[in-house]
């Protein structure tokens, strides 16, 4: 009796071991975003990895783009997260326990876009104030107000603080409201961060705004912390326009489960395998993925077993 016990109890140990190893593994991801390219890009991962060995599936009720997908992350609600890596950067100064956050995959820069009217609505500072203030870049903010949503929440902050920027730094909560808060006065310029071309931006009435650059004040002070970039607009910028980037990552932690980890590993393989395909038939941004690129150094890459992608 006790050998038949010994024999079943066996039995049953192999059986979890090689569903673990061998079976479907899950990995949740969050990928909110107020462009929508996040949530674009997870499916298109989703179309050339998901066999019977992987299930990748989003992550249910996450907003607030990149703060709502690290939020999701840290609370487990979450196994990978989708942001740029400013957010992770502005969040691991203030709390030294997101350093447990890893990189799972890194993908592309994320172009820093500030956008004013060509007729400004703001009034000069001064005590003998007429007429309105003309916006050439960035760092002609210091004093005036800067909405921004989602991560760029964060971005502005930084370009504010360790940029020397100087300006007041709104939430919106959405990039329809910081549009709307552009155009009614409401603030003096607007922050979108995102791999471009951005829809929001595109879709704009090109008579009635401009893009700008960051300014070589601000520039100088985050070329640590940002890549240089450009952004071309036709009719809203004359030409390319620099800018710098934070890089959009897939962020993760390290699992102590084999089932996790080996999802991860799987992923970051199928991702690895299919890129030239994402990048001949998927969205744009993919092509400013480049393979073997492990991120900015400020966020660790994390180090997995190798395994082989079944499709």
């Known amino acids: 009796m006790k050998t038949s016990v010994r024999f079943s109890a066996t039995l049953l140990t192999i059986f979890v071991v090689c569903s673990m190893l061998f079976g479907q593994t899950t990995i949740r991801v969050a990928a909110d975003s107020s462009s929508g390219t996040y949530n674009k890009m997870l499916s298109e991962i989703i179309s050339v990895c998901n066999d019977d060995s992987l299930n990748i ?43 447990k956050f890893q990189t799972l995959v890194a993908l592309y820069p994320e172009q820093i876009h500030v956008l004013a009217l060509r007729v400004s609505k703001s009034k000069k500072k001064g005590t003998w104030a007429f007429g309105t203030q003309d916006f050439n870049t960035l760092s002609d903010m210091s004093g005036f107000t800067v909405g921004a949503a989602g991560g760029g929440v964060l971005t502005a902050k930084i370009l504010s603080g360790q940029g020397g920027g100087n300006f007041n730094v709104v939430d919106l909560g959405s990039g329809g409201a910081v549009i709307s808060a552009l155009d009614n006065g409401q603030i003096d ?123």
């Open 189 to 311: 310029a607007a922050i979108f961060v995102g791999a471009s071309p951005l829809p929001n931006i595109e879709k704009l009435n090109k008579q009635n705004y401009k893009l700008m650059p960051l300014g070589e004040n601000i520039a100088s002070r985050v070329n640590g912390v940002y890549r240089q970039a450009s952004v071309n607009y036709p009719g809203i910028t004359n030409g390319p326009l620099k800018t710098m980037a934070p890089m959009a990552t897939l962020l993760t932690r390290k699992f102590s489960t084999p089932n996790k980890i080996e999802a991860q590993a799987k992923m970051r393989a199928c991702f690895t395998k299919h890129l030239a395909d994402l990048q001949d038939t998927g969205s744009a941004n993919w092509q400013d993925v480049t393979a073997g690129d492990h991120g900015v150094p400020s966020i660790p890459w994390l180090e997995l077993p190798t395994v082989t992608s079944k499709k």
């Open 57 to 99: 599936i989003p992550s249910t009720g996450v907003t607030g783009g990149a703060i709502g997908n690290l939020d999701a992350l840290v609370n487990n609600r979450a196994d990978a997260a989708f942001l740029h890596s400013d957010v992770y950067m502005y969040n691991s100064q203030a709390d030294p326990s997101y350093g």
